[in-house]
């Protein structure tokens, strides 16, 4: 299939396919695409993050949702998704610090489910042996 090499969004749309079909790797392969039309692509960078993470690519993901924060910072997915990898390298205290960033970017927009999901995982991290 041929995508247009100007907009980055037909790209991302088909990666947002295949992560639903469960086709990682084609998904993967969608949003570089994206990023590679557009590198301030925040959400293209965040998906990407997040099959790394599934993948057990830790660093890979780290630098994606670094790479989605710079983006825009106020993406609050972003933080969430590098919460999550702190949290899985057992470095507590940089969870937290981007944990309650996102808390607050997603309390301000309103976002309260979120929200109570980032407190619950900055409760993990106030307490790790729960």
């Known amino acids: 299939m041929q995508l247009s090499g100007n907009a980055p969004e037909p790209a991302y ?16 392969a969608a949003f570089e695409q994206a990023i590679k039309i557009s590198p301030q692509y925040p959400e293209a960078y965040y998906n990407l993050g997040s099959i790394l993470f599934e993948q057990g690519d830790l660093d890979g993901a780290l ?4 790479q989605s924060a710079e983006s825009n910072s106020n993406y609050a ?5 590098a919460g999550l990898v702190f949290l899985r390298q057992n470095r507590l205290r940089d969870a937290q610090q981007v944990l309650q960033y996102a808390r607050d970017l997603y309390q301000a927009q309103g976002n309260a489910q979120w929200a109570a999901s980032a407190e619950q995982l900055l409760e993990q991290t106030r307490y790790p042996n729960r």
């Open 77 to 81: 997915n972003a933080y969430y998704g």
């Open 13 to 28: 749309h088909l990666g947002l396919v295949y992560l639903r079909q469960g086709q990682l790797e084609q998904a993967k």
């Open 63 to 66: 630098e994606a949702f670094r």
